[in-house]
């Protein structure tokens, strides 16, 4: 050892091995701290450690226990701290100011002033379960700059990790009251979300940009609260406000449900169209033209209000706002309110009014929830704040029926016409006919569950996984039910006379009335006696491969299948940009030949297409709608079957779709030679 390694020692692994330590013993040669070597000694050192640890591993490999002697460890507790809502009222009132100002980030800054009556470990809840989405999706990963301060001094927070959504803030003694403030990053592209916010408007809900205080109902939470938008815009919602100064606009002390339940469109381009003394049009827009409104268009909303109310004999709200916003940048939406709705389009809505039937649908369907979703809520589905889980069993009635609704008021008020929605049912009862092959192993009742499930992410197999299907074949059973009950009765009563018994009680009450399926079947039972529980056991709860199209097909027409597309299908493929094949060959392709949608086990699926395949070609020439269609009518003219070039990823492959059926396309054809049940269902009350 030279001297100037004395005193030096090089480390090397700690050799845990009893065998080692017998072969060299402790103090003679440690291997835990071996003294460094003459160079000429360290091949034989090295050589003495690497025997020494293979034996050491192979005394490990000889000594592993047994599976059924693994470690296993007990369930560590999942304690909730966060307090129970409890229906007590929340002492003091919340002051909440959201500063919409920044449009041109979409960043909305959220101010809250909350009494506190105690110090210790208070905890604030970022909506979790929101009403009308039916799922867990408050965006709380939108949240950011949180903090929390008391007399201008910070607090201690921390995010609770068993519920995310919560945050607990240490309030010290003597403190009343602590400010909360964060920021409501909404989305700036497509990919991100809804976007809410453009440079010419606006749609802010309260629900995205405010915290509630844990341990309450939300009913019982006063909350006052002020919103702040660019310099000459515009606010519309069902708040009425109590002041205004420049862009911040102040509104009265109401509960945070009513509140949350409360949401406003802003922007520089608006107008109001009053449609009774209870009901307004208030549309907020891209641009000044998109608000050049007919006196026809402003007649058909007008009626839609006078056919909803003689349907329904009662409302169930002070006065009333369709919030409309017309945008080709704000993201699309359809939410139902107890006072209002948020009804999203794109351009179009008014000034290319006969091409955009769909968006017609639209408020039809919204206002019908003020009734049926708002006031008429399952039980199970009603929740008294944001955190407590929801459960969706009733959705056929909720939405099944607000569905049918929306298409009978369109067709009763003329936001469309009879023919228009004829078209419309004939999409539906083919897309449950002969669309949806899942039938067979999924009962309707389990798609209720689909928004918290899925939350509407995009499906690779939507025909055969079911998809919130509640919606459209509720739609058809509920036709079905007004034909049972007319034909039962002679024509004496009607699927009406059930909405008078079952939605227009208490004129004006604005509350919740909640329901179960006793309800539902024993108020059938009341309009017109007949097995209700055995009709919607077979429809709904059992697997039933059969769509339920007897309410067509006993109401006076038929389902049929025409070589030319209805206006109801140009329309969607319109706006689309797709051309859709369902019924000819079993799949949608867009204008650019991405694939859409394929039909479990049709030709398309057969042939391995996929949504996101790329048609490149048909029958060896570039693809285009118009080559595609033709293709399919010469292969049904004893042509040969299309042979598609198709691209996916890195590959391209040449396929065969084998149909010769030609085009198909959904319509009702009609049966009986006077007025049928469904004729009856449509005329103007």
């Known amino acids: ?25 402790p103090g003679q040669f440690p291997l835990e701290f071996a003294p460094i070597q003459p160079k000429e000694m360290r091949p034989m050192r090295r050589a003495a450690l690497a025997v020494l640890l293979s034996s050491c591993l192979a005394s490990a490999a000889s000594a592993q226990v047994a599976p059924s002697q693994n470690s296993k460890p007990g369930a560590t507790p999942k304690i909730d701290t966060i307090p129970a809502a409890r229906d007590a009222p929340y002492p003091g009132t919340i002051q909440l100011t959201v500063d919409a100002s920044d449009v041109t980030r979409a960043i909305f800054k959220v101010h809250e002033h909350v009494p506190v009556a105690s110090s210790g470990d208070f905890v604030m809840l970022y909506p979790e379960w929101l009403p009308g989405n039916h799922s867990p999706t408050g965006q709380i990963n939108k949240v950011a700059g949180f903090h929390a301060t008391a007399n201008g001094r910070e607090l201690k927070w921390v995010r609770d990790n068993l519920d995310v959504y919560a945050f607990h803030i240490a309030v010290p003694q003597g403190v009343s009251a602590i400010d909360v403030d964060f920021q409501d990053l909404s989305p700036t592209a497509g990919n991100q979300g809804r976007v809410v916010a453009t440079p010419d408007l606006a749609s802010i809900e309260w629900i995205a940009n405010s915290m509630y205080p844990a341990g309450y109902y939300v009913r019982g939470i006063p909350v006052q609260a002020s919103v702040i938008v660019p310099a000459g815009w515009k606010v519309a919602t069902a708040l009425r406000p109590s002041g205004q100064s420049g862009g911040r606009v102040d509104y009265p002390v109401t509960s945070y449900e009513i509140l949350m339940d409360s949401p406003l469109i802003a922007g520089a381009h608006y107008r109001a169209f009053p449609l009774s003394p209870d009901v307004t049009l208030d549309v907020i827009a891209d641009n000044e033209a998109e608000l050049a409104v007919t006196p026809q268009q402003i007649a058909a909303h007008k009626r839609l209000v006078e056919q909803a109310i003689k349907n329904f004999g009662a409302q169930h709200y002070d006065h009333y706002d369709f919030l409309l916003t017309i945008s080709d940048y704000l993201g699309g939406e359809g939410l139902e309110h107890h006072r209002s709705s948020e009804d999203g389009v794109g351009r179009g809505y008014f000034i290319d009014w006969d091409n955009v039937l769909r968006d017609r649908n639209l408020l039809p369907h919204e206002y019908t929830h003020s009734w049926d979703g708002k006031f008429r809520r399952a039980a199970d589905l009603w929740t008294p704040d944001y955190r407590t889980p929801m459960q969706d069993s009733m959705l056929w009635v909720y939405e099944g029926q607000t569905q049918f609704w929306g298409y009978v008021l369109g067709a009763r008020s003329g936001m469309l016409s009879k023919q228009d929605t004829l078209d419309a049912i004939a999409a539906t009862a083919a897309a449950y006919g002969l669309g949806t092959p899942g039938r067979v192993w999924r009962p309707l009742i389990d798609t209720t569950n689909d928004p918290i499930i899925a939350q509407r992410a995009p499906q690779p197999w939507r025909s055969w996984q079911r998809s919130e299907d509640y919606y459209s074949e509720g739609q058809l059973i509920w036709i079905d039910v007004d034909r049972i009950i007319r034909q039962q009765s002679g024509g004496k009563r009607s699927i009406d006379d059930f909405a008078k018994a079952f939605f227009g009680v ?6 919740e009335l909640t329901y179960t399926l006793d309800d539902v079947v024993a108020t059938l039972n009341r309009v017109q006696p007949y097995d209700w529980r055995g009709y919607l056991q077979r429809r709904v709860y059992d697997i039933a491969p059969q769509a339920p199209l007897e309410g067509i097909t006993q109401g006076g027409y038929r389902l049929a299948y025409a070589p030319e597309p209805t206006k109801w299908i140009k329309s969607a493929e319109m706006k689309g940009k797709n051309t859709d094949l ?25 042939a391995g297409l996929t949504i996101g395949s790329q048609i490149l070609a048909v029958n060896g020439r570039n693809f285009s709608m118009d080559a595609i269609k033709q293709a399919t009518k010469d292969a049904a003219n004893g042509g040969a079957s299309p042979q598609l070039l198709i691209h996916d990823g890195d590959l391209f492959r040449t396929v065969t779709l084998d149909w010769h059926g030609g085009l198909r396309y959904p319509t009702l054809v009609k049966t009986s030679k006077g007025p049928g049940t469904l004729d009856a269902l449509l005329a103007p009350r």
């Open 1 to 25: 050892m030279t001297a100037d390694n004395a005193g030096k020692f090089d480390k090397v692994p700690t050799v845990v091995c009893e065998r080692a330590r017998a072969i060299v013993p």
């Open 506 to 511: 208490r004129d004006r009450d604005w509350g």
């Open 582 to 606: 369902t019924y000819s060959g079993g799949f949608v392709v867009g204008n650019d030949g991405r694939i859409s949608s394929v039909l479990w086990d049709s030709p398309a699926f057969n």
